[in-house]
DNA sequence: CACTTGACCTGTCCGC
DNA sequence: TGCGGACAGGTCAAGT
C-alpha cells in the first residue's frame, strides 16, 4: 500500500474535500470490501457528516458527527478519490480529469454526498476495507491496540526507537521495520531508503546493532517519511492522493526499485534481494552483513 | 513467546 | 500473441 507517507497524503487531501459534507448513498461491488454494506449503511452512515478525517498507522480513520467512525485500511492498491464539482472544486482542478472516468472496474465502494459530488473507494486486489465502527469500540479493535508509536510524533525519541526493536531482536531489521507493532507506518519502499540512508543492511540482526546505528536509523526513518510527506507520497504503480495525483517520492528514492542503477552515494551497482518474503533492494558496498 | 511462511486478489511483465 | 510463473506499496492466520 501506501504507507505512511501516502496514507498521511490522503488524508490531508480528505480534509480539504470532504469535512462538512453529508452522507446520501453508499453502495458496492464487493462484500469483503465494505462488510457492514447494505446492512448498517442505512443505519449509521446516511445523513451522518463528516467532521474530520485522521490516520493512525496505515489506518485512515473518517470521523462522522455520530458515534460512528468510518475506518479504512488501502493495504496494497487501495485509494480513496474524491470527485466533485462543488466551489472547494472549481475549473481546472487536476482531478477535474477524473470527472466522468470513475467509477472504473476497480471500484469497490462509492459514496454520494448531499450535494451530488462523490467519494470513490478503489482497490484492484481488493485487499482493502472500508468499515463502519462505533468510535468508542477502535481502541479495542486489536490492531489499534497492537500498533507502535508514531515515527514522526514530536515526543517519540531515538530511545524510545531503539527500545521498541528489543521486541524482535533475533529477527532481521528489515522484518522488524516492517512490524506494525515495533513501529507504526513503514512499509517496503521506506524501509529500504530508511535502511539505505542509514548504512545498514537489511539482513542485519536487530541485536547486533549498535546504539549508533540505532540512533542513524531512527534519523533516516524520519527524514525519508517527512520528505515523502513533502513529495506528496510514492506512485510505485497505483497509488493516488484524494484528488488522483500521482506522488512525486519516486523521482527522489535512492535504492528502491533502481536494481542494476548506480548507488547515488558510492556508485556501486544497486542490488535486489528477497528479506522478510519482500523484494529489498540496497548498496553491496554501502551495506553489509 | 519470537519468528517465518503462505494466503488473500487482480494485473502486469518477462521468458519461452 | 499465447502461456506459465514471478512479482506487486500489507496484514493475518497458521506453522515451526
Same mark, same amino acid.
Given at each position: 500500500?501506501?504507507?505512511?507517507?501516502?496514507?498521511?497524503?490522503?488524508? %490531508?487531501?480528505? #480534509?480539504?474535500?470532504?469535512?462538512?459534507?453529508? =452522507?446520501?448513498?453508499?453502495?458496492?461491488?464487493?462484500?469483503?470490501?465494505?462488510?457492514?454494506?447494505?446492512?448498517?449503511?442505512?443505519?449509521?452512515?446516511?445523513?451522518?457528516?463528516?467532521?474530520?478525517? *485522521?490516520? %493512525?498507522?496505515?489506518?485512515?480513520?473518517?470521523?462522522?458527527?455520530?458515534?460512528?467512525?468510518?475506518?479504512?485500511?488501502?493495504?496494497?492498491?487501495?485509494?480513496?478519490?474524491?470527485?466533485?464539482?462543488?466551489?472547494? /472544486?472549481? $475549473?481546472?482542478?487536476? #482531478?477535474?480529469?477524473?470527472?466522468?472516468?470513475?467509477?472504473?472496474?476497480?471500484? *469497490?465502494?462509492? /459514496?454520494?454526498?448531499?450535494?451530488?459530488?462523490?467519494?470513490?473507494? &478503489?482497490?484492484?486486489?481488493?485487499?482493502?476495507?472500508?468499515?463502519?465502527?462505533?468510535?468508542?469500540?477502535?481502541?479495542?479493535? @486489536?490492531?489499534?491496540?497492537?500498533?507502535? !508509536?508514531?515515527?514522526?510524533?514530536? #515526543? =517519540?525519541?531515538?530511545?524510545?526507537?531503539?527500545? *521498541? =526493536?528489543?521486541?524482535? !531482536?533475533?529477527?532481521?531489521?528489515?522484518?522488524?521495520?516492517? @512490524?506494525?507493532?515495533?513501529?507504526?507506518?513503514?512499509?517496503?519502499?521506506?524501509?529500504?531508503?530508511?535502511?539505505?540512508?542509514?548504512?545498514?543492511?537489511?539482513?542485519?540482526?536487530?541485536?547486533?546493532?549498535?546504539?549508533?546505528?540505532?540512533?542513524?536509523?531512527?534519523?533516516?526513518?524520519? $527524514?525519508?517519511?517527512?520528505?515523502?510527506?513533502?513529495?506528496?507520497?510514492?506512485? &510505485?504503480? &497505483?497509488?493516488?492522493?484524494?484528488?488522483?495525483?500521482?506522488?512525486?517520492?519516486?523521482?527522489?528514492?535512492?535504492?528502491?526499485?533502481?536494481?542494476?542503477? !548506480?548507488? !547515488?552515494?558510492?556508485?556501486?551497482?544497486?542490488?535486489?534481494?528477497?528479506? $522478510?518474503?519482500?523484494?529489498?533492494?540496497?548498496?553491496?558496498?554501502?551495506?553489509?552483513?
Amino acid at each position: 500500500m501506501p504507507e505512511l507517507p501516502e496514507v498521511e497524503t490522503v488524508v %490531508r487531501g480528505l #480534509n480539504n474535500l470532504i469535512v462538512g459534507k453529508k =452522507f446520501r448513498r453508499a453502495s458496492f461491488d464487493n462484500q469483503k470490501s465494505f462488510p457492514n454494506a447494505p446492512k448498517d449503511v442505512e443505519q449509521f452512515l446516511i445523513g451522518a457528516k463528516v467532521t474530520h478525517v *485522521r490516520r %493512525r498507522a496505515k489506518v485512515i480513520l473518517i470521523e462522522l458527527d455520530t458515534s460512528y467512525t468510518l475506518m479504512a485500511h488501502l493495504k496494497m492498491t487501495g485509494q480513496f478519490v474524491y470527485v466533485g464539482t462543488d466551489e472547494r /472544486f472549481g $475549473a481546472g482542478h487536476p #482531478n477535474d480529469s477524473l470527472i466522468g472516468q470513475l467509477p472504473d472496474k476497480s471500484t *469497490r465502494v462509492q /459514496f454520494e454526498f448531499n450535494d451530488g459530488t462523490h467519494l470513490y473507494f &478503489n482497490d484492484q486486489r481488493k485487499f482493502g476495507w472500508v468499515r463502519l465502527i462505533p468510535t468508542p469500540e477502535i481502541p479495542n479493535i @486489536d490492531f489499534m491496540k497492537k500498533v507502535g !508509536p508514531e515515527p514522526l510524533d514530536a #515526543n =517519540f525519541t531515538a530511545v524510545n526507537f531503539r527500545e *521498541r =526493536f528489543q521486541r524482535r !531482536p533475533r529477527s532481521n531489521i528489515k522484518a522488524a521495520l516492517l @512490524d506494525q507493532t515495533v513501529i507504526a507506518g513503514i512499509g517496503n519502499i521506506y524501509a529500504d531508503e530508511s535502511l539505505w540512508g542509514a548504512k545498514i543492511h537489511p539482513q542485519r540482526l536487530v541485536s547486533s546493532l549498535s546504539d549508533h546505528e540505532f540512533d542513524d536509523l531512527y534519523r533516516e526513518v524520519r $527524514a525519508v517519511l517527512t520528505l515523502s510527506i513533502e513529495k506528496g507520497g510514492s506512485s &510505485n504503480r &497505483n497509488y493516488v492522493n484524494a484528488s488522483g495525483q500521482k506522488g512525486k517520492y519516486m523521482d527522489f528514492a535512492k535504492v528502491f526499485r533502481r536494481e542494476g542503477l !548506480p548507488c !547515488p552515494r558510492c556508485g556501486t551497482t544497486i542490488e535486489k534481494i528477497r528479506v $522478510a518474503g519482500r523484494g529489498t533492494h540496497y548498496c553491496p558496498h554501502d551495506q553489509v552483513l
